[in-house]
């Protein structure tokens, strides 16, 4: 008889958004018509750029005609977006060949799908809080998780110590849920860390385009990176492409293990599980990369961070301790007077009809903190402020 994929019953049930989307719900059947002011989910609420839309519609054109249409892409990417994409590390300098960028359809399957290049018996370190993805991808695939804490004593920041030992570490900079941003001599010390171990890490970058103090945008930016880093990038808050799906991910050809170029490796797992990503979709991505599109998608990135702003401004105020907000798009609050962190948001739903995200879904570590988003409407979340000050000052 079958034996499905055992590793699936050690999941603990996925239950953060759909348990709030459960109290939400009941709020609003006992109060019919209420507004809620949405700050929970990291989803974007602005429209594509013009720019993008732009080269969807000639795209789409492309394929009416046959002088100019694509059947089957090449499986790692479009030549044209690779290059793209190389391009706009070197203008930070880096220096990557295209063939060390591949396209994806985005960062989550990625973190999945990048697993098949690591044998089970690899330990996986998580850095937590943390995208809970991180942990469920490695439990599917039957590995061994260790977690790595963070909290206000190391900043959300946690840094390779000699008792760590693992195989493959997950690091996100900007952090969701918690905005903290590595520095460039501490993700040297994990370089040096993952180097000295043979370790690899998967670096996640997708709220690189957030950053606006001088720390490292890329895992490259720091000397020893090619060695032992892949990063994984995302179109998804950078350009609002969550529904339109884009991303990509960088694997330098330095990168081998026992004798193995893991970039090789995933040539060769593309090529065989994958028939590549729409045509359109890649010319909508290239033109995010573009001069117009650039300004375009930074516009959009700074109505988010005027909102974090507004948060920020409320939180200062009502005294209350918080983190992120400027350089991510998520600001993480310690809960007041001790709560815990559904408390917290039973509090907001049903005194100010607030809703955000308790910080246990995101790691036990999480527990006593709680995550605003501020990809919601402008309105809403000057709305959202004032109510926030007025309830906790
Ligand atoms: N990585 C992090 C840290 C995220 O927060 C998210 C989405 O919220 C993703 C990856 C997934 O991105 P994508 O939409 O490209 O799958």
Redesign the pocket.
């Known amino acids: 008889m079958l034996t499905p994929n055992l590793s699936y019953a050690n999941l603990k049930e996925s239950y953060l958004f759909y348990h709030i989307a459960q109290k939400t719900g009941a709020y609003l059947e006992e109060h019919p018509g209420t507004h809620l002011y949405r700050m929970g989910i ?1 989803d974007v609420s602005l429209p594509l750029a013009s720019a993008v839309i732009a080269a969807l519609h000639a795209a789409v054109d492309d394929q009416g005609t046959k002088e100019s249409f694509h059947g089957y892409m090449p499986e790692c990417g479009a030549p044209f977006l690779r290059e793209t994409i190389a391009e706009y590390y070197k203008k930070r300098g880096m220096n990557l060949s295209p063939d060390e960028v591949f396209v994806s359809s ?4 990625e ?1 999945g799908d990048i697993l098949d290049l690591f044998d089970r018996s690899n330990t996986a370190l998580i850095m937590e809080p ?2 809970p ?1 991180y942990v469920d991808a490695n439990i599917m695939a039957g590995r061994t998780i260790r977690h790595l804490p963070s909290g206000p004593y190391n900043h959300f920041l946690p840094l390779p110590d000699e008792s760590i030992d693992a195989d493959l570490i997950y690091l ?1 900079s900007p ?2 849920p918690t905005g903290a941003a590595y520095n460039r001599e501490q993700l040297g010390q994990w370089v040096a860390w993952a180097n000295e171990r043979g370790a690899v890490i998967l670096f ?1 970058a ?2 690189e385009a957030f950053i606006e103090e001088d720390l490292p945008h890329s895992i490259f930016e720091i000397p020893g990176a090619q060695t032992c880093a892949i990063e ?1 990038c ?4 950078t350009a609002g ?2 529904g339109t ?1 884009l ?1 990509y991910t960088v694997i330098p050809k330095a990168l081998e293990r026992s004798g193995l170029s893991l970039n090789a490796m995933w040539v060769r797992n593309r090529t065989t599980k994958t028939n590549g990503i729409s045509y359109i979709l890649q010319r909508g991505g290239a033109a995010v990369f573009t001069e117009e599109g650039q300004r375009q998608i930074h516009e959009n990135i700074r109505i988010y961070k005027e909102n974090a702003k507004v948060l920020m401004a409320a939180l200062d105020e009502a005294g209350i301790r918080y983190w992120g907000g400027k350089n991510a798009p998520y600001i993480w609050i310690q809960c007041p007077g001790g709560m815990d962190s559904w408390a917290f948001f039973d509090r907001l739903l049903n005194e100010i009809q607030v809703v955000g995200t308790p910080g246990e879904g995101f790691g036990a570590c999480g527990e006593g903190f709680f995550r605003f988003s501020t990809f919601g409407d402008p309105a809403d979340t000057r709305e959202a402020a004032a109510r926030l000050l007025k309830l906790l000052k």
């Open positions: 990291g985005g960062a989550s399957d973190l943390a995208y993805a996100c952090n969701n996640d997708a709220y994984i995302s179109l998804s808050k492409f969550t799906r991303g």
